[in-house]
């Protein structure tokens, strides 16, 4: 590699809605005041010389040189401090607001966008270039209304927590103007909640599918009961049937028949026009949609590693086990499932 060429960090920041702002009459006489206290705030949060800051307009690109060996460690590290750095100036950017709209008189409605990549850059005398460079531009230009965009790829892990403030960021797959293929992003609630139309995004929100399965045995109408092993992380020895994510380019009915010959060794007959709505929430986690269907069992002995008993139950069996040692919310299911099932299958 030259000796010119670097690893490096690069951060872009732009003020959004200075340029209609900065439009009105009352506004010229202090707005080169604010551009300067507003490039000084960065100043002091991305310090010279572990960082270069060059002044574009209304914003600035910030490049660090990435010394150390880049292992997951360091990056999930460096960008805990960036991201950090970057809530220091947002609080600092809402205090220079706050004081000019008090001290002239003014509405002064501004936020910030932010672009971070990472990648090899060119270094010259009093700058550097590169196609890294552009792709940090154009993720601060998708970072709209406001906040914040991390390409993914080379920031694949975040940190869950950060330290004095609270941040969520949310995976997206976008289109960037000048770069031909799709790119995996971080992106804050503010970008998250755009409406965007589908060709210019590709939403990856987590979706479920589960079964409830059905079979007659010698007369008598029984469903499965499947019981969590202790080991699970989510619900753990309670009852449940059969279910899990859908995954990329597959049907709810085929992803509900998969889950049971992969999860159980069972093949079943899955009634598309039979289904309930459901959904995970846990504390602190997103909230995960689900679909559940309504099965008929074809053939096969249930059989899974996450199970620690499985059962096929009758209804005044069910009736029985207390709601507590199900999935919350699951037993009602399974009791209306049986109604169901008798009167659109039997």
Request: charged share 25%; net charge neutral.
């Amino acid at each position: 590699m030259n000796d010119n060429t670097v690893n490096a960090l690069i951060i872009f920041v732009d003020v959004r809605g200075f340029t209609k702002w900065a439009s009105q009459t009352d506004v010229f006489p202090f707005i080169d005041e604010f551009g300067q206290s507003f490039q000084k705030i960065l100043t002091d949060e991305f310090k010279y010389p572990d960082f270069f800051q060059k002044n574009l307009g209304d914003g600035a690109l910030l490049i660090q040189e990435l010394i150390e060996k880049t292992n997951s460690s360091f990056l999930e590290k460096t960008i805990a401090n960036t991201i950090k750095s970057i809530y220091d100036v947002e609080n600092k950017f809402k205090r220079l607001c706050e004081n000019t709209s008090l001290s002239n008189g003014c509405k002064v409605n501004l936020n910030l966008g932010w672009g971070i990549t990472k990648g090899h850059i060119k270094k010259t005398d009093s700058d550097y270039i590169g196609s890294e460079v552009n792709k940090g531009a154009r993720l601060c230009s998708i970072a709209r209304p406001c906040g914040i965009v991390i390409d993914k790829d080379d920031f694949q892990v975040l940190p869950k927590k950060f330290k004095g403030f609270d941040v969520k960021f949310y995976h997206q797959t976008r289109n960037l103007k000048g770069i031909t293929d799709t790119v995996d992003v971080w992106v804050t609630k503010e970008i998250a909640n755009q409406f965007l139309t589908r060709e210019n995004i590709k939403l990856t929100p987590e979706v479920h599918v589960a079964g409830t399965c059905f079979k007659n045995e010698n007369g008598v109408l029984k469903v499965l009961l499947a019981k969590r092993s202790n080991t699970r992380k989510l619900y753990p020895n309670l009852y449940e049937g059969c279910g899990g994510q859908l995954s990329n380019n597959e049907t709810f009915v085929t992803g509900v028949a998969r889950h049971y010959k992969l999860e159980f060794g069972l093949d079943v007959e899955v009634f598309e026009h039979m289904h309930k709505f459901y959904y995970i929430q846990q504390p602190n986690e997103p909230i995960i949609p689900g679909i559940r269907f309504l099965c008929k069992y074809i053939e096969g002995n249930p059989l899974s590693e996450n199970h620690s008993e499985f059962n096929w139950l009758s209804l005044d069996e069910i009736k029985r086990i207390p709601e507590e040692k199900f999935i919350p919310e699951l037993k009602k299911d399974f009791l209306e499932c049986f109604d169901l099932f008798e009167k659109n299958v039997v």
